[in-house]
């Protein structure tokens, strides 16, 4: 068992600050680096000490893995946390942390490989009698790759085969698609992945993205800690996630889980993962990938079991069990987690860019808010367009699904176009209060989510403040007596 | 002794941008379009008014000529526009310029200047946020400038490319 | 100055009986008032609208500062003329305040016989204009007509005060260094095409606004050319070709905004100041004039009672109070403004004219404006025992 006395962020906006909290709490001192173009993340004054990395554009700097191990070892760290995306699931990078002589939070760099590329991941999970959708893998043979796709039948996903978190997948649904399918899916991963291989699969229609937060300790110990429904997504990014999933049957729910479990200590799985299912309207649920890190919606998780999954990611790290068996696990209400990015929703989600001019920070009982964000933040192209998260908890699914809906309309972000009024017309959704939610949610009632018009008496009190806010405005100096005659006709 | 009567402000929405509208505020009132509304200011930022004989809140910020509303939870972009200015300003670059839809990086390049096209032919693809988009030409014409780079940023609106129809003087 | 105390008794049969009669009247008259300034068919307000034409009362809401008073000149003129159908013979005239300064406008009605110019309707821009001169106004021209009503043209232009004297009013304000302004949102044609050209600045309104001495008709007639309105006189041509025009707006509005800057950059003129105090409203209530004033001309009142009702505080300064009581002398202010009071109270006597004539004299030292209050049943002539024959008085 290692103590952490001081602990390495590899990582910036909300998953920084949110892992700074859970570090001061247990009295470990954190590092967080900066780049000199994005100098507004919350938890550049909330850590102990922050060091300055360099790289063009900015987000080459949390690619850096010398220029990050470094910086570690210059602020005499003995741990570092990779949070999500960038190197969290990067083997190297475990490896090299590893050699520096540095604790990795997270699972050892074998494991990171194995359930990191798909197809290796998949073959383990099917000799652990993992159910999975038929696939088709390019490795393989890749000229008869696009035969043996075909053969898989339609509708099909086509998606590369390092990739994850929704880049470089295609569906193709007729054979016409598929060439088209194959070349761009190709393109994008060889571009973010930095490898083109290709993998194919069954593609269930309404499936339902059902993920379970699994840990493991390095004494051989795994649990799972309930299941999330990531099913709201657009782009194949997930927008909502809630845990328990709704109307999942309990019997599903524990073969899941159970699955789940097995197969991560089958993988001597150490620290967080999260194992994601896709489950068919028949009830049939299958493997698709699992990843090796603490997740975005890992809060919903926290607000059902009352536990800090970042605390229990230190502890493990430094060696210690896991502070609790399967059976200590309760579940209890209901959490919704809803992702407020910096983009048009009505206009196709296309992103934008601005400037956090105003900031407001919806409160209430059951309410958490992981901003990435302070007031006067530019929010640029550079860097993902997640702002913040808005995490609610209640007794039970209704009552989680009102407080979002109050905190969504107290979310504030003035100077950038955010989804937060989408996200509520989602949440407002009958189908969503009926827990009728699978990955084709937002396609299908695309009509019913657009945007109410604006009533012209709405226009006009917006036009009003909008007056009333605006600085310097010309003024006209009305002499007397016609200042006090006012509006005066004969 | 000069007393101030009325600023005078006009403004149109982002999303309406044939309309224009005057605004004045008036020490008992702020007239819109001559209607007068009862708006008052709560905290920086917060402002309350009526809808429907109730009371809600509504935020704003300024930013330059920008005004960010929101009002319950729905944000608008309001600008602030000079009434001696023509409405009709025409887009600079002209009906063959294409503008991008968002801020992003060039990916890669189809065409080269001096290359003659037809309209719908893909000219450059470009990337922003996981998202890759195809700029194809709105016009038969000849390109006349690729402005930008692979792997160059630009920023929404920014011109990407410029096209001639055969003939023009640009 | 000191108030004027009020005898009246408001709970009176005759004070009611007063207010019930003057209401009535008063009410015929603003309904009257009302119909000539709003009532318009409604295809002549579709023409307009299909034009993308404003009316005349909201391109003067949008020239004018907001919540400003505009004190209109001539609302009734042709009230029973050309069959009662021409209200305000189809101008609408006035002083309004435009970023703090008085101006007047002279505005043609297009939704009245498309703002074509009556003998009368020359008369009212005459008038405007000679106003503008004796009060050094800045005059802004709405101009938007279709012409002059060519059945009755033989008595728009001849006559010294008829058309002509439009335009040398115009180049009398010029030399007197009163800026004009004209906003060209129809056609200007011929005679009508003066105006704009005779301004110190134009703005012509793309698409709808034209100037020209004579129309298309009239050029193919004389030339067999066949041309567009908007090439031969429209705001493109004329200020980029012949620069007759100045600015070019593409809408009304736009127009509006533009005439509002162009002004603000003229200068002001220098005026004679006023003695002017902060305003203060009468201490009797104005609206018990209705029952004040009696509705037989015959029965007598005692005109300060009108006095108290008008004027600031119900301040009165009395000059002779003694002396020629049938004339009321005295200064007061109304809002906040300084002026001297002349007021029938009965009638003219000798030495009420000779007391009026010298307050008169008073006054015009000082520059102290005049107000008369004018309630005149005769005049008496009497002998007196004076050496002036009295009938030398009454011309006082």
């Known amino acids: 068992m290692t103590t952490i006395r001081k602990l390495f962020i590899a990582n910036r906006a909300e998953i920084a600050l949110r892992i700074v909290h859970t570090a001061r709490r247990m009295g470990i001192a954190t590092v967080v680096p900066m780049h000199n173009q994005d100098q507004f993340g919350p938890a550049l004054t909330e850590a102990d000490e922050t060091v300055e990395i360099f790289g063009t554009p900015a987000v080459a700097a949390w690619l850096d893995i010398p220029g990050l191990i470094r910086a570690a070892l210059d602020t005499g760290c003995d741990a570092i946390h990779p949070g999500y995306g960038f190197l969290s699931e990067n083997a190297t990078f475990a490896k090299a942390v590893e050699l520096a002589g540095l604790i990795f939070v997270g699972p050892p760099a074998p494991v990171i490989e194995l359930m990191g590329d798909k197809i290796t991941a998949r073959r383990f999970a099917v000799a652990q009698g993992m159910p999975v959708t038929l696939s088709a893998d390019e490795a393989e043979d890749p000229t008869t790759f696009e035969k043996r796709a075909l053969a898989i039948g339609f509708p099909l996903l086509v998606k590369g085969a390092a990739g994850g978190g929704g880049k470089g997948m295609q569906i193709a649904r007729r054979v016409e698609d598929l060439a088209n399918a194959i070349s761009v899916a190709r393109a994008e991963s060889q571009r973010y992945f930095g490898d083109g291989r290709l993998f194919a699969e069954r593609f269930v229609e309404q499936p339902r993205h059902i993920e379970v937060q699994v840990f493991g300790d390095t004494q051989g110990h795994v649990i799972h800690l309930g299941e999330r429904e990531c099913s709201i997504q657009r782009r194949f990014q997930k927008l909502i996630e809630e845990s328990p999933a709704p109307k999942l049957p309990d019997g599903l729910r524990n073969r899941i889980c159970d699955a789940a479990v097995k197969l991560a200590a089958a993988a001597k799985y150490v620290n967080a993962g999260t194992v994601e299912c896709i489950v068919s309207p028949d009830g049939e649920f299958f493997f698709l990938e699992m990843n090796t890190r603490l997740q975005v919606e890992h809060p919903v998780t926290e607000m059902v079991t009352g536990l800090d999954l970042v605390e229990l990611q230190l502890r493990v790290a430094q060696g210690e069990p896991l502070p609790l068996d399967q059976g200590d696990v309760q579940f209890s209400g209901h959490a919704i987690e809803c992702r407020i990015l910096a983009e048009d929703a009505d206009a196709g989600f296309v992103p934008d860019t601005g400037k956090v001019l105003l900031l407001g920070i919806p409160a209430g009982p059951g309410v958490r808010f992981d901003s990435g964000v302070t007031a006067g933040a530019p929010v640029t192209a550079d860097f993902d367009s997640m702002l913040a998260k808005l995490v609610v908890h209640g007794a039970d699914r209704t009552l989680a699904i009102s407080r979002m809906r109050s905190a969504l309309a107290d979310t504030t972000m003035l100077g950038v176009t955010i989804n937060n009024d989408f996200l509520s017309r989602v949440l407002h959704h009958p189908a969503f209060a009926r827990g009728e939610t699978d990955t084709g949610f937002l396609e299908r009632h695309k009509a019913e989510l657009a945007p109410a018009v604006f009533t012209d008496d709405e226009r006009q009190l917006m036009l009003a403040v909008a007056a009333s806010a605006a600085p310097d405005i010309s003024a006209t100096r009305i002499p007397e007596p016609y200042a006090s005659m006012g509006a005066w006709r004969n | ?170 | 100055m000191s108030r004027i105390v009020s005898k009246i008794d408001a709970g009176s049969a005759g004070y009611k009986k007063n207010q019930a009669a003057m209401a009535q009247k008063v009410e015929a008259l603003q309904s009257r008032v009302h119909k000539a300034r709003f009532e318009r068919p409604e295809r002549d307000i579709e023409r307009l609208r299909s034009q993308k034409k404003l009316t005349v009362r909201e391109r003067l809401d949008l020239l004018l500062d907001p919540g400003t008073p505009f004190l209109e000149i001539g609302t009734l003129v042709a009230n029973k003329a050309y069959e009662g159908e021409v209200h305000g013979a189809g101008q609408v005239s006035g002083i309004g305040i435009i970023h703090g300064r008085e101006v007047i406008v002279h505005a043609d009605d297009p939704s009245i016989k498309g703002g074509a110019w009556y003998p009368l309707s020359v008369k009212k821009i005459v008038r405007t204009l000679d106003i503008a001169i004796e009060n050094r106004l800045p005059v802004i021209h709405l101009c938007d007509s279709a012409g002059g009503f060519l059945p009755l043209q033989s008595e728009l232009f001849p006559d010294r005060h008829a058309a002509g004297r439009i335009f040398r009013n115009q180049c009398t304000l010029s030399k007197m260094g009163v800026p004009q302004i004209a906003v060209v949102l129809g056609h200007c044609t011929a005679g009508g095409a003066y105006i704009p050209a005779l301004c110190d600045y134009s703005v012509i309104v793309r698409g709808n606004g034209g100037v020209f001495l004579g129309g298309p008709p009239l050029v193919k007639a004389a030339t067999g050319e066949v041309v567009t309105a908007e090439a031969l006189g429209g705001a493109t041509m004329h200020t980029t070709v012949s620069g007759t025009c100045d600015y070019a707006a593409d809408d009304e509005p736009h127009a509006m905004a533009m005439a509002r800057d162009i002004f603000a950059n003229t200068s002001p003129i220098p005026k004679q100041t006023i003695d002017r105090i902060d305003a203060e409203p009468p201490f009797y209530d104005p609206k018990e004039l209705y029952g004040i004033v009696p509705t037989d001309w015959k029965t007598g009142f005692d005109m300060r009672e009108v006095i108290a009702r008008i004027v600031d505080g119900s301040k009165l300064h009395e000059y002779q109070p003694d002396y020629g009581t049938t004339m009321i002398c005295g200064y007061a202010r109304i809002w906040g403004c300084k002026v001297g009071i002349l007021a029938n109270n009965g009638v003219l006597f000798n030495d009420s004219s000779l007391k009026a004539a010298h307050f008169m004299r008073l006054c015009d030292r000082d520059r102290t404006p005049l107000v008369f209050l004018q309630n005149i049943t005769g005049t008496w002539w009497a002998v007196n025992t004076r050496s002036e024959a009295s009938p030398r008085m009454a011309p006082r």
């Open chain 2, 1 to 170: 002794m000069a007393q101030l009567i009325a600023k005078m402000i006009t403004l149109q929405f982002s999303d309406m941008p044939d309309q224009r509208h005057q605004v004045q505020l008036r020490t008992n009132a702020v007239y819109v379009n001559g209607r007068p509304l009862q708006v008052r200011k709560a905290a920086a930022g917060s402002f309350t008014g009526m809808l429907d004989g109730r009371t809600v809140r509504l935020r704003a910020v300024a930013h330059g000529d920008t005004l960010y509303v929101q009002l319950r939870g729905r944000g608008v972009r309001i600008d602030r526009v000079d009434p001696t200015r023509a409405r009709a300003a025409a887009t600079p670059g002209g009906a063959g310029a294409s503008h991008a839809p968002m801020p992003g990086v060039v990916i890669s390049l189809l065409v080269a200047a001096g290359q003659q096209v037809k309209a719908g032919d893909d000219l450059l693809v470009i990337e922003s946020m996981k998202l890759q988009m195809t700029i194809s030409a709105s016009l038969d014409g000849e390109v006349v400038e690729l402005p930008l780079a692979v792997g160059q940023t630009f920023q929404r609106n920014d011109i990407l490319v410029r096209l001639q129809t055969c003939g023009d003087t640009a």
